[in-house]
Nanobody
Framework: DVQLQASGGGLVQTGGSLRLSCAASGFTFNNYAIGWFRQAPGKEREGVSCISRSDGSTYYADSVKGRFTISSSNAKNTVYLQMNSLKPEDTAVYYC??????????????????????WGQGTQVTVSS
């Protein structure tokens, strides 16, 4: 049974930091891309950052570039999202998910929700002003 559990969210002030973790069970990241997505109330889900386990390439949405860093641990079968300089507009539920199939690297096209599956419950990130 494939499960991806996102954790590490919380309430922080503007300018603060959080580190999200995405732990997989029943599934090995290996040749898939893993993405972090977020959805704020009344807004569509957006791709925040993705990482390719095949070539190590990464993608960041313009809104988080320079503030967020995605990384992965083979040993722990876990993907992380380090979020620094948080802003109130970063407030959302954050989800992680693997791609449905293999992709050769990640970019804006492959860091797109419909290409991903096994969505978990997500973790709430709230940034106060």
């Amino acid at each position: 049974d494939v499960q991806l559990q996102a954790s590490g969210g919380g309430l922080v002030q503007t300018g603060g930091s959080l580190r999200l973790s995405c732990a997989a069970s029943g599934f090995t990241f290996n040749n898939y891309a893993i993405g972090w997505f977020r959805q704020a109330p009344g807004k569509e889900r957006e791709g925040v950052s993705c990482i390719s386990r095949s070539d190590g390439s990464t993608y960041y949405a313009d809104s988080v570039k320079g503030r967020f860093t995605i990384s992965s641990s083979n040993a722990k079968n876990t993907v992380y999202l380090q979020m620094n300089s948080l802003k109130p507009e970063d407030t959302a539920v954050y989800y992680c998910a693997p791609t449905k199939q293999y992709y050769d690297g990640v970019d804006a096209n492959t860091c797109s929700g419909p290409l991903y599956n096994y969505w978990g419950q997500g973790t709430q990130v709230t940034v106060s002003s």
